[in-house]
């Protein structure tokens, strides 16, 4: 008997985003594959960079949605930002099969949202109709996103499954302990001003008791490079995952300057919940993913313009909460993927 496959299709990949669904699937059996829709420019970058694996995958893709074309009845997880205008497009493709959608976007009646280029009212209406009467279920990461969709559209509260991202076993080692630095601060992802890399260099490089690692890389990167600071220090990238939550584990605070903008903020953060597993006490700005996450026992929500006094008194008082940092570790056993796979379930079906 053929192996049944579910497809995930993004505009860019995001696998580690379906640790649980994987989990789930592989528990029954059905094998589970990546695609993405995303394909004209990557295989432009694929030229000009000489990139022979990057122009294969794109062969990959290319082939998978004209197979969508002669086919019928897969299963596939789309994940499209909102009001994005090339669902136009996908929908031609995807007509033919059961569609799942997942989203972390949380503000769903129009005023905020990524995609606000060739927004016109045909547009709007695809995703009405897409929402309300094409997908077979939705999969949204917050609770927020899940009241938003059903405050902006008419779609059954059942129609929609609140799935946390989660953690694999890796991240969960009860024998392995490692001392946290005193006044210890990390910051992990992409190194943009959005996420305040300015800001968090210019404080810290004023601060003789303090330490800063950023982890990371992007256009921010470049400030780094002027940096004289001992008590900054700047890492590209870690592909040892290993090595990544030894260093997590050395540092007391996760520190997330998120600054809103008009198309973007702060979603559900991996970073913040393979933090806590560590007992890495995150502080973020109050956006709606680290809200989503961080309540007063296990974390600190600030306003973007409080965010650098709080670490000013942390640094100060250079006393670390244990309790805290205990009770983070405790939270993040709730997103382990034996638990977050059950909420997938609706796939299924």
Not at 195 to 216: H, M, R
């Amino acid at each position: 008997m053929r192996q049944q496959t579910i497809y995930v299709l993004h505009k860019n990949g995001a696998d580690g985003h379906y640790n649980a669904l994987e989990h789930l699937l592989d528990k029954e059996h059905i094998s589970i594959k990546y695609r993405e829709f995303s394909i004209v420019s990557n295989f432009f970058k694929s030229i000009v960079k000489l990139n022979l694996n990057l122009f294969k995958k794109q062969c990959v893709n290319t082939l998978f949605l004209l197979y969508l074309l002669i086919s019928k009845g897969k299963k596939i997880v789309l994940g499209i930002a909102p009001f994005d205008s090339k669902l136009t497009r996908l929908k031609s493709l995807l007509k033919h099969h059961k569609i799942f959608y997942h989203t972390s976007w949380a503000c769903w009646d129009g005023t905020f949202h990524p995609k606000s280029k060739h927004n016109t009212p045909k547009v709007k209406q695809y995703w009405k109709d897409f929402l309300e009467k094409d997908v077979a279920h939705i999969f949204a990461v917050t609770h927020k996103s899940k009241t938003q969709l059903t405050e902006n559209f008419e779609i059954n509260s059942e129609k929609i499954s609140v799935v946390y991202h989660s953690l694999n076993n890796s991240f969960f080692r009860s024998s392995h302990h490692i001392d946290k630095k005193p006044s210890s601060f990390i910051y992990l992802g992409r190194m943009l001003p959005q996420k305040g890399i300015p800001e968090l260099i210019t404080f810290f490089s004023k601060q003789e008791n303090a330490e800063l690692t950023l982890v990371g890389n992007g256009p921010c990167t470049a400030d780094m490079t002027q940096l004289k600071n001992s008590n900054i220090r700047h890492i590209d990238f870690i592909k040892n995952k290993e090595e990544l939550i030894d260093l997590i584990a050395e540092h007391e605070y996760l520190v997330l300057f998120s600054k809103k903008t008009s198309k973007w903020e702060e979603l559900f953060g991996m970073v913040i919940i393979e933090c806590m597993a560590q007992g890495t006490i995150p502080i973020a700005t109050n956006h709606t993913g680290p809200k989503e996450i961080i309540t007063e026992d296990v974390g600190y929500l600030c306003e973007e313009h409080e965010i650098l006094k709080v670490l000013d008194q942390k640094i100060k008082t250079g006393t670390f909460d244990i309790e805290r940092s205990e009770k983070a570790k405790n939270v993040a056993k709730s997103y382990h993927v034996e638990t977050i796979s059950n909420y997938w379930k609706a796939i299924l079906n």
